[in-house]
């Protein structure tokens, strides 16, 4: 059903392209209510405007907090045209419908962001709004809503289309908006509350995010799918796309498995290879070229059409080297003018400076069938004060350094996790296996495949105990010398017997990472 704009209420806090509106409804003698610097600006612009509190007959109070909550306005917007007994409360209290809202909220995701005072966040919580924007939403069959400058457009065609009036589908399509909206702004300002007051785990968890962008398709091509920031600043992920193809799911599925390692590299330039969400190849250097190239010959055939992350500004001769090989998306913290122009060479290499991306400390989710798991992050290494050394042997102090590198290393990777490493590179990594033993087969045959040399006196990571001495005897008959692993299992003493034995130092962490 098709119904004619009367009157509307506008009372927007972002007053940009209001011009547009104001036009369209002269031209179809809509009449305009407003208030404060909204009926300023209507005003100002040269525009007729009744504001609110002459309409209500009642001035605003409480610094603002009190002046679109008045029932001339919620039953202006409420009421069934329909309903025979609504049209006669509406005519005994001389309330005429109101039949357009246009509104949106105190900037409350700003002032988190730039303002460190509760006092002044929690004013730019919006109530007027929201409650005009739920009432409108709720009564779709009579009221348009809008809530985002970006449908004005949407709107201005609506009315030309129907001369003035707006149709349902139209109607019920930003009620739709509106909803997700209040729905958005209240989950930010739950979360806001919630970590403010370090609640980790709140009774009713919700989630809040805005589409960023559509991407061509999922993990596969009959899936369809989107990205969504959130977060607070929600304009941008922190990257800025300089050059390539758009990105897509698997894309960013990649680069956030890439930059969670890469955040976790903290004292050379480190370099992450990601492959299907895996670390093919990772590598801490005090040269970044070296750091490349370790990095991919891990598993440069694992590697071809991956990842690439770096830590470090691109400059030309690892540009050069980056060439050589095919991959998908390459992240650094900048790049020199002259690697860009040799990168670019590469029509669809997707080059992301991550210079300005920020890691977060965030909970991670996982969802299935209209459930959903939430976890703290995993950001624990080890803890040297309870990290014990189980065998005769024991570790140097440059030792530990590897030790603490290959671990850290294993906690991204699937489990279950082997890594074997030899001067800060991973040279082998089993990941995934339903069975840790065969894990144990997978990193030592790629290790013998891509870099038999370095096998001996690596340090191999496991992600979880091992059950059994069968995966530590592979690994010792490849040439590993150092094994570090949770402990835990209660066959231990048979796994430490047997590293014993073989002249292998072990270490426990007491820390298990599995990453399903």
């Known amino acids: 059903m098709n119904l004619k704009i009367k009157n509307a209420l506008i009372s927007v806090f972002d007053k940009e392209n209001i011009m547009s509106l104001l036009k369209n409804f002269k031209k179809y003698n809509i009449k305009i209510i407003s208030s404060g610097g909204t009926f300023k600006t209507i005003r100002k612009l040269g525009y007729e405007c009744t504001e609110l509190s002459k309409y209500t007959g009642f001035k605003e109070m409480l610094d603002g907090r009190v002046k679109t909550l008045h029932p001339k306005i919620h039953a202006g917007i409420l009421h069934d045209r329909q309903n025979k007994i609504h049209k006669s409360e509406m005519n005994k209290q001389k309330f005429p419908p109101i039949d357009l809202i246009v509104v949106n909220f105190y900037p409350f995701q700003k ?6 005072s509760p006092k002044n966040i929690i004013e730019n919580i919006d109530i007027g709004g929201p409650t005009m924007v739920r009432a409108a939403a709720k009564n779709f069959t009579n009221v348009a809503i809008i809530t985002n400058k ?9 009315l030309g289309k129907n001369k003035g009036k707006t149709s349902l589908k139209f109607r019920e399509i930003m009620s739709s908006k509106a909803f997700g909206l209040t729905a958005y702004y209240d989950a ?12 980790q785990f709140p ?29 607070y600043n929600d304009k941008q992920l922190g990257f800025d796309q300089l ?24 004292n050379k330039f480190g370099t992450v290879i990601i492959k299907h969400a895996n670390p093919c190849g990772v590598s801490e250097n005090k040269n970044p070229l070296e750091s490349f190239k370790n990095a991919y010959a891990c598993d440069p055939i694992s590697a ?41 060479k590469k029509k669809n290499l997707r080059i992301i400076d991550i ?19 939430i976890q703290k992050k995993d950001e624990i290494i080890f803890d040297k004060q309870n990290l014990k050394c189980v065998t005769k042997l024991k570790p140097s102090k440059k030792e530990l350094a590897e030790i603490k590198f290959a671990f850290n290393i294993s906690k991204f990777v699937k489990s279950n996790a082997i890594v074997l490493c030899n001067n800060f590179s991973t ?21 013998k495949k891509f870099s038999p040399k370095k096998i001996k006196n690596s340090v191999v990571a496991s992600d979880a105990f091992f059950p059994f001495a069968d995966g530590v005897n592979i690994l010792i008959k490849a040439g590993v010398k150092i094994i570090v692993q949770p402990g835990g299992s209660i066959r231990d003493q048979e796994v430490i017997n047997a590293a014993d034995k073989a002249g292998v130092k072990m270490l426990f962490t007491g820390v298990r990472h599995f990453n399903h």
């Open 150 to 158: 970006n449908d004005y457009p949407a709107l201005i065609k609506e």
């Open 188 to 199: 930010m300002i739950s979360n806001w509350f919630n970590k403010k007051l370090n609640i």
């Open 243 to 266: 050059h390539g193809k758009d990105l897509s799911y698997n894309n960013y599925n990649d680069m956030f498995a890439s930059l969670d390692i890469l955040n976790s590299l903290k």
């Open 304 to 344: 071809f059409g991956g990842v690439i992350a770096c830590n470090f500004k691109i400059k030309k001769k690892l540009a050069l080297e980056i060439t050589k090989n095919f991959l998908e998306v390459i992240l650094a913290k900048g790049f020199d003018k002259e690697s860009l122009k040799i990168l670019k």
């Open 427 to 447: 040279i082998g990594i089993g990941a995934g296996q339903p069975s840790r033993l065969d894990s144990c087969k997978i990193a030592i045959q790629k290790a």
């Open 203 to 231: 009774e009713r968890k919700t989630i809040f995010g805005r589409r960023l962008k559509s991407l061509r398709y999922g993990e596969n091509p009959h899936q369809e799918s989107s990205i969504y920031v959130s977060d």
């Open 111 to 116: 002032v988190v962001i730039e303002s460190k």
């Open 355 to 373: 210079s300005k991306y920020k890691s977060k400390n965030v909970s991670t989710i996982k969802s299935f069938d209209g459930s959903f798991l």
